[in-house]
């Protein structure tokens, strides 16, 4: 509760905490069709993390799901600039197999910015056991990568069925399941706790009362990774829920910063 937590109160006094350096395992960048982001560079997202206390985003720029004649390049260029500060996912779009090919080819050289892969198939229409996906995944399992995959309850593309497929074809990667399956909880509790490799991050899934109080009683804190879609979303937001949510401060911790910590940690990208 928030009048046992001393993590709580380091927060509301000061904005942050030194002790909870927080990272945040999925984030975007650069600006977007139909919307106005105040805070879609680089530069003004490195502010909104300053001002509370986030040390490191893992991050998947737009263009690299939707711009192939862009692609991955504008993610680099952003975590070269701010090494200290960044990480990118490589952004997995299913439509141009031929730059797919070649972006893969290159991970290796260029492990300095990605940490892993980005999966976005309710955008992109494309299931994720589709033929199209099966050089990402078969590479991320080689290589033991975390995956980041949009999933959503109900979803035919990226839903339940689609995760136990791909958790127990791909063993060694290390899924991320983005925005734990918005609404089907209890079988993403039930798929986490089933598969070693399956971890539950939290963007949107604070916008609903009680939902990490379950996840956390499941027996689930060591599986949690904090995560906003910045600049979708702001950080001070899903931070306030975890901070006043009915669980202790070392759920808070473990999922604030320490699960993220040992997860980048195993794939040699442990933040300095």
């Known amino acids: 509760m928030i009048s046992d937590s001393a993590l709580a109160e380091s927060f509301f006094r000061h904005g942050r905490s030194d002790a909870c350096p927080i990272i945040d395992m999925h984030g975007h960048m650069g600006r977007w069709k139909g919307i106005y982001f105040p805070r879609a560079s680089a530069e003004a997202m490195i502010h909104t993390m300053d001002q509370c206390g986030?040390?490191?985003?893992?991050?998947?720029?737009?263009?690299?799901?939707?711009?192939?004649?862009?692609?991955?390049?504008?993610?680099?260029?952003?975590?070269?600039?701010?090494?200290d500060r960044l990480r990118a996912y490589l952004g997995v779009n299913p439509h141009y197999g031929a730059a797919l090919a070649a972006d893969l080819a290159g991970f290796d050289d260029n492990r300095d910015v990605f940490v892993g892969l980005k999966l976005l198939a309710s955008y992109?229409?494309?299931?994720?056991?589709?033929?199209?996906?099966?050089?990402a995944w078969r590479f991320a399992d080689q290589r033991g990568l975390p995956v980041l995959g949009h999933t959503w309850g109900g979803s035919s593309l990226d839903g339940?069925?689609?995760v136990r497929r791909a958790a127990e074809k791909y063993p060694n990667v290390r899924l991320l399941l983005g925005h734990s399956l918005h609404g089907d909880w209890g079988e993403a509790a039930a798929i986490a706790r089933d598969f070693p490799n399956v971890y539950l991050e939290l963007t949107a899934v604070l916008d609903d009362r009680g939902v990490l109080e379950t996840f956390v009683a499941a027996g689930l804190s060591g599986k949690l990774l904090f995560g906003t879609d910045l600049p979708w979303f702001d950080p001070h937001?899903?931070?306030?829920?975890?901070?006043?949510?009915?669980?202790?401060?070392?759920?808070?911790?473990?999922?604030?910063?320490?699960?993220?910590?040992r997860l980048l940690a195993d794939v040699g990208a442990k933040p300095n």
């Not at 985003?57 to 690299?64: G, K, N, R, S, T």
């Not at 862009?70 to 260029?77: D, E, K, L």
């Not at 006043?244 to 320490?258: C, G, Q, V, W």
Request: aromatic share 8%; proline share 9%.
């Open 54 to 83: 986030v040390r490191l985003l893992v991050f998947c720029h737009h263009a690299a799901l939707f711009c192939p004649d862009i692609g991955n390049a504008a993610s680099a260029r952003a975590v070269r600039k701010f090494p």
């Open 124 to 135: 992109h229409q494309v299931p994720w056991d589709a033929p199209a996906y099966e050089p």
């Open 160 to 162: 339940p069925e689609q």
């Open 237 to 261: 937001h899903g931070i306030g829920a975890i901070l006043s949510a009915e669980i202790t401060d070392e759920d808070r911790h473990n999922i604030l910063h320490r699960n993220a910590e």
